[in-house]
């Protein structure tokens, strides 16, 4: 036979005697608007990097711009050159950012000349404290009819869902 206590207990123990979770904390930044550059969560403190836009600029291509900015008001220049391109004949560049489908199939690297080097900003001269810098890059445009596309950074959080406009 059962007890109003055993009761009790056993309806504790399913529905927890735990205080409530505590609220979420709310988000440091709201998500950036349409056609308001995205900041993505800094990786590196010192620079940070937004996407301005993604564009079709030709049937077969797509141009990404970027702002990267020193987010330092003093200290030293920070050297860029090795900081976006790990191949070293792409030194100097935005080489290794790239293109992902959001559906997730395919990933989409930086055109290159015939002779190999990278279309995108070349000769990055280092950022000086408090400098924001506008670069570009192009990528072969993703295939179909594709309306957005994430921009990956190695070392930072893939600014996801950026619209690719005409």
Avoid at 34 to 46: K, L, N, Q
Avoid at 65 to 76: I, T
Avoid at 91 to 102: E, R
Avoid at 149 to 161: H, I, K, S, T
């Amino acid at each position: 036979m059962r007890t109003p206590a055993g009761l009790l207990a056993l309806a504790l123990v399913l529905t927890g005697c735990s205080s409530p979770a505590p609220p979420a904390p709310a988000a440091s930044s709201p998500p950036a608007q349409a056609g308001e550059p995205e900041t993505s969560p800094v990786a590196d403190p010192e620079v940070a990097v937004e996407v301005l836009s993604a564009r079709r600029d030709a049937p077969a291509t797509v141009e990404v711009r970027l702002a990267l900015s020193h987010r330092s008001a003093g200290g030293a220049p920070i050297d860029v050159e090795t900081r976006f391109a790990s191949a070293e004949g792409d030194a100097g560049t935005i080489a290794d950012i790239h293109l992902a489908d959001p559906e997730g199939s395919g990933r989409y690297y930086v055109l290159r000349e015939e002779d190999g080097q990278p279309l995108c900003s070349r000769n990055l001269d280092p950022l000086t404290p408090g400098e924001r810098r506008e670069v570009w890059i192009r990528f072969p445009a993703p295939a179909g009819e594709r309306t957005t596309v994430d921009v990956v950074v190695p070392g930072y959080e893939p600014f996801r869902g950026v619209p690719l406009t005409e």
